[in-house]
């Protein structure tokens, strides 16, 4: 019997995936001389935009999930995953480099679609909630995986010609790897058994991992129950009717909640985020850091402190709620941008140290408040307010959202930086402050709703407002409970 940890943990491999072949091509662009830089520096943009449209067409084969059951498309995204990584590291040519980038991205989005179906469907329900925030936070550890790897073949083989860069390429066969091996002895998701006439297996299932053997244990027969009726009401996708997107805008109801998935989507890619992660070097420069090996450590801490903050944010959303922790990030990520664009501009036109140093601090109190938030919701708000008809749908257009943020920001970043220098950290800042005031009018709070209580939140006038008294109805009444229980 595999155990559910190891299940949970090849899901959460996946993740690292995608970090590693961003940050494998992205952090080396400073590890070169300034000599071959410029020239490399064109690769990393058109290697991104194969990949950003690699993410973009691989969100339309999200349905490959309901249709082959959740193991297949793991396994084949990541053998994808390692072809892709062969062919741009042996690229001879700019063009073989650009469709092995598509290649990576396209079957990294296909690995990474079914990964947390399968790793909440597989969890035993007490720890869902937990694992589903921490599957993001490990794309900060497949950054760290990656920037050390450029790091370390920068450091031990400068004179070593292609092979300092094209060595951390060749790393990114490594996660994709140990998921091909592992998900072969996995079983399959419950509720795609039981989508495709099978549930006397998904009970088995079900019996074995989450009830430790006790076949007529009632969270077995509750589970088995709400997935029926799930799948009674949904039904499986396939490619014929995937794309019949009608269900997402049919109501007011269903549009308010694409609406919070497609906003969500977009400010978790263009808050500022991604200039920093991809763009930390030219920063750095920008600030007076012009050493390439303490550009790649500062790259290496960056990821570190992302992590460990993502990490710790996950289990505060169960606790604290989502709004507060958006409002509290978002609001802390606008003041970090507006200091890190007031020490640049102090550097630039004074050349204060003091100032540099400051833009380096808040770069880190940027990221850290990012990633306490935002890095852990991504897989989960976008979801959370979709109805179960709208789901699968719906996060496939979160998909194509947030590759289409990304792109932007990949390619108007360099020449931002470029031609209004310290002006685009402000740019970020303000638009940071709009979706705070954006998040504080029009979010909702998903904490602790069922189902029933979000359909009864967004069929209100003002579901952000309806929401918070809700939620202010159930604190009172725990209270009253308290208050009975002491009399």
Known sequence: MVPSWVLSTLCLTTRLITACHQKAAQAQESSLPSSTCVVFLVIVLTGLLGSQVGQIVGAFFMWTADWAGRKLPIFVGCIGVIIGTVVTATAPTLGVFVGGRFLLSFFCTIANTAAPLYMIEIAPPMYRGTLAGLYNTWWFMGSIIATCAVYGSHINMPNDGELDWRLPLWLQMLCPGLVVFGILFCPESPRWL???GRPEEARALLTKYHANGEENHPLV????AEMQEALAKEGMYSWKNFFDLRVLFNSRNHRYRIMLNIAFAWFGQFSGNNVISYYLPSMLKGIGVTSTNTQLLLNIIYALV???FATGG???LDTVGRRPMFLGSIGAMAICLAIVAGGAAGFTHTGSKACSYASIFFVYMFGATFAVSLTPM???YPGEVLSNDMRAKGMGVMQISSGVASFINTFAAPVALNNIGYWFYAFFAFFDV????????LFVETKGRTLEELEVVFNSPNPAKASIAIRGIDRRQEKGDEIG???
Do not use: H, S, T
Not at 221 to 224: A, I
């Open 485 to 487: 229980d002491v009399a």
């Open 306 to 308: 992302g992590w460990v």
């Open 194 to 196: 039981i989508g495709k």
């Open 314 to 316: 996950a289990r505060f």
């Open 434 to 441: 709009f979706e705070f005031l954006f998040v504080y009018f």
């Open 378 to 380: 991504q897989p989960i």
């Open 221 to 224: 027969e509750l589970e088995m």
